[in-house]
């Protein structure tokens, strides 16, 4: 069965770039969409964006300005890149095979602080 | 961006009763792209219903999705113990996909 697997810092300096990578196993890359979701401590969940396994992405307008989602399907891994980060990107950041997002990885803690 | 607002913020019952949530959203989800989530501390999220109505693989038959337009209901008919958690409703009808505030189930 597919398997997702988030990876990356588990701390990230203010103002810098937060990178994850997500890979995906026990199936392809291929012919679905790839999600990134957030949830900070304590709250609600917050959709980032996806990429088809083509490329074509779509990002949380509330986002958008600091989010790059790409694709790598010769390694079967998306990735997130969020830029500019406060502490209020702080969350567990989790990735998911979408729309309906019916496989789920674990998720990643990023703390963003000095 | 369509919001999404459920209620009750938190829903408590005693096992064996029936839970209704609701989820209403500002304005017509496309094609009932409506998707219910079940939340546990320290997990990620579950996919229970998809398409407003659709159970996902391996959920129990005591969990039903309807509605459409911007009125959803996720109804469980019977609670039991391991149902007790906190439960998102997300849309996927428009380029911006979101995510209700979310709904906890309480032991009473």
């Known amino acids: 069965q597919v398997q997702l697997q988030e990876s990356g810092p588990g701390l990230v300096k203010p103002s810098e770039t937060l990178s994850l990578t997500c890979t995906v196993s026990g199936g392809s890359i291929s012919s679905y969409y790839w999600s990134w979701i957030r949830q900070p401590p304590g709250k609600g969940l917050e959709w980032i964006g996806y990429?088809?396994?083509?490329?074509?992405?779509n990002y949380n307008p509330s986002l958008k300005s600091r989010v790059t989602i790409s694709v790598d399907t010769s390694k079967n891994q998306f990735s997130l890149k969020l830029s500019s980060v406060t502490a209020a990107d702080t969350a567990v950041y989790y990735c998911a095979r979408g729309p309906e997002m019916d496989v789920w990885g674990k998720g990643t803690t990023v703390t963003v602080s000095s | 961006e369509i919001v999404l607002t459920q209620s009750p913020g938190t829903l408590s019952l005693s096992p064996g009763e029936r839970a209704t949530l609701s989820c209403r959203a500002s304005q017509s989800v496309s094609s009932s792209y409506l998707a219910w989530y079940q939340q546990k501390p320290g997990q990620a999220p579950r996919l229970l219903i998809y398409?407003?109505?659709s159970r996902a693989t391996g959920i129990p038959d005591r969990f039903s999705g309807s509605g459409s337009g911007t009125d959803f209901t996720l109804t469980i008919s019977r609670l039991e113990p391991e149902d007790f958690a906190v439960y998102y409703c997300q849309q996927y009808g428009s380029s911006s996909w979101t995510f209700g505030q979310g709904t906890k189930v309480e032991i009473k």
């Open positions: 990429i088809y396994y083509s490329g074509s992405t």
């Open positions: 398409g407003a109505s």
